[in-house]
């Protein structure tokens, strides 16, 4: 097949170890898919395909991914520290039987990406980065939880924000959301970025190109 693995007999278990006969489990996925790569449409190789038991594993690690950003929601004033806001993610993720994907990858020092105001993303966190009154920050986390990644971020606005940035936020808020309507069975990623794009472009707004 076009993922260069074999491909069951009919009547043979399918490879996906479902446990049930080739034609009654993936074979007219796996013959689109075939057809769609053939025509040059980029496709998945089969063993990146997701299972119940590897969805269910995601669930739980978001789980605690979005358990942290409510956490920080909570507590996340002015005069807080993004040295602060890391080490609650630390010892939340650790306290959740998880682990911060950020911390050690590449040599990355903490435990999560915090940027605030013009910086686009990938601040690190500092004691000397206070918060103050009409910033936004965008706290950016990973977590693995039982060898499944999960990976969110979200914007807090500080106090009294500016309409020009609550109107930034809330613009690429709409924009994330049109993009999770376009996810489709069948679909390309790319309508997931055009209707990202179409969204911020009507509402006198640019995408970042770079990152
Ligand atoms: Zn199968």
């Given at each position: 097949m076009y993922d260069g693995q074999p491909v069951p007999g009919r009547n043979d278990l399918c490879w996906c170890g479902s446990g049930k006969k080739y034609k009654k489990c993936h074979m007219r996925r796996d013959q689109r898919l075939e057809e769609l790569a053939s025509r040059g449409e980029e496709v998945l190789?089969?063993?990146?395909?997701?299972?119940?038991?590897?969805?269910?594993?995601?669930?739980?690690?978001?789980?605690?991914?979005?358990?942290?950003?409510?956490y920080v929601g909570k507590r996340i004033v002015a005069g807080v520290s993004t040295e602060q806001i890391d080490q609650w993610i630390h010892d939340y993720t650790i306290e959740h039987d998880?682990?911060?994907?950020?911390?050690?990858?590449?040599?990355y020092p903490k435990s999560v990406c915090t940027s605030i105001n013009d910086v686009v993303c990938h601040g690190i966190p500092s004691p000397d980065i206070v918060l103050a009154d009409g910033d936004i920050v965008n706290v950016d986390c990973s977590t693995i939880k039982g060898g499944y990644f999960s990976d969110s971020s979200r914007m807090f606005c500080i106090g009294d924000v500016s309409t020009e940035r609550?109107?930034?936020?809330?613009?690429?808020k709409?924009?994330?959301?049109?993009?999770?309507?376009?996810?489709r069975p069948w679909g390309h990623l790319g309508d997931v970025a055009h209707a990202v794009q179409t969204q911020a472009e009507q509402a006198g707004f640019s995408v970042v190109r770079d990152f």
């Open positions: 190789p089969r063993r990146l395909f997701k299972t119940a038991a590897d969805i269910a594993g995601i669930k739980r690690s978001a789980e605690v991914n979005i358990g942290v950003l409510d998880a682990v911060p994907a950020d911390l050690n990858y590449e040599g609550r109107r930034l936020v809330d613009v690429t709409k924009s994330v959301e049109a993009g999770l309507a376009a996810v």
